[in-house]
């Protein structure tokens, strides 16, 4: 928690005095306080829908918000909710089954959980849900991680996006796109999916963030572009509005590009700011950009290791 608190406040500090705008910084929380030393570990999402236990779903997501704000960590990139429908796919453990229903109605939990309301407010004890993904990552044809689906758009709208639409109506504030592509077609390019399916028909003002270094897919991998800059066109035009890009900024140098060249609107990169920054206000981080560990006193409480622990045994 102590080293978490002193990269996060770092940045912050240094963004704040730059910019005025504080950043918001996430990981990969996906089944307790996993990237936090000491923190509470639950069952992986697999076991946890094998209790058929909401109320252990929701209490999981609120000691895992409780516990990653512990270390001035406001965002999870969790609930999986994919339909884990091929034995195959080596990311089954991550999700809470194959069924529908059950994903739906575990993953809503999760995100009330973690986010402890609607997500208008998320208060000191909460964090915000990212949704993973977006969506029928789990069923790849050749059952091999981050590779093709081919799934019909009816399949696609009555069961890959019925837990997702769960949880936007409980209000999850962001969500994470499949790595893969659909009957041809990259979901990080995908308009119809991203803006209008999800934005537009939903009504939704939530972040939809990239998976770790996607967007770079569409030209080395998927081939539909010809160079990054061409890439981050496809997907900022399509919907994208946060590029999680580890390797290098030069996205940001290439998109200043695109715009100054009347190839991305200014429509599209306001619509994306006012998406990051409504979060953040959500988030109270322009109010408390980090804060003290101290007022977390519960982490890795014993009342939290007995809430894991009754989670495993009923999951058996």
Request: aromatic letters at 10%; charged letters at 25%.
């Amino acid at each position: 928690r102590e080293e978490w608190t002193y990269i996060i406040s770092t940045l912050q500090k240094a963004a704040i005095e730059e910019t005025g705008i504080p950043i918001v910084y996430g990981v990969d929380q996906i089944h307790g306080t996993t990237y936090t030393r000491g923190g509470t570990l639950f069952p992986q999402n697999i076991n946890m829908c094998a209790t058929f236990n909401r109320a252990l779903a929701r209490q999981g997501g609120e000691i895992s918000a409780y516990e990653t704000k512990a270390g001035n960590i406001p965002w999870t990139f969790a609930p999986v909710i994919d339909l884990g429908r091929d034995a195959r796919w080596p990311r089954m453990c991550d999700t809470f089954g194959e069924d529908v229903y059950l994903v739906q109605e575990m993953g809503r939990e999760t995100v009330l959980g973690f986010q402890g309301g609607d997500g208008s407010a998320v208060d000191k004890n909460h964090v915000a849900a990212c949704l993973q993904h977006y969506m029928g990552y789990g069923a790849p044809s050749a059952g091999k991680d981050r590779t093709p689906s081919y799934i019909a758009e009816q399949d696609m709208r009555e069961k890959h996006v019925a837990p997702l639409l769960e949880a936007i109506r409980a209000g999850a504030l962001s969500v994470m796109v499949n790595s893969g592509m659909n009957n041809g077609m990259p979901f990080h390019a995908n308009y119809e999916y991203m803006t209008q399916w999800l934005k537009e028909d939903l009504n939704w003002d939530g972040v939809i963030v990239t998976d770790w270094a996607d967007i770079n897919n569409l030209y080395s991998r998927d081939k539909i572009a010809a160079t990054k800059k061409e890439a981050i066109k496809l997907a900022i035009n399509a919907g994208i509005d946060m590029s999680m890009d580890p390797y290098s900024w030069d996205f940001c140098v290439l998109l200043k590009q695109l715009v100054e060249e009347g190839e991305v609107p200014m429509s599209r990169i306001d619509d994306a700011v006012r998406r990051v920054l409504r979060m953040k206000f959500r988030l109270g981080l322009f109010d408390t950009p980090y804060w003290d560990i101290n007022e977390y006193p519960e982490f890795a409480s014993e009342a939290y290791a007995k809430a894991a622990t009754l989670a495993a045994e009923e999951s058996m």
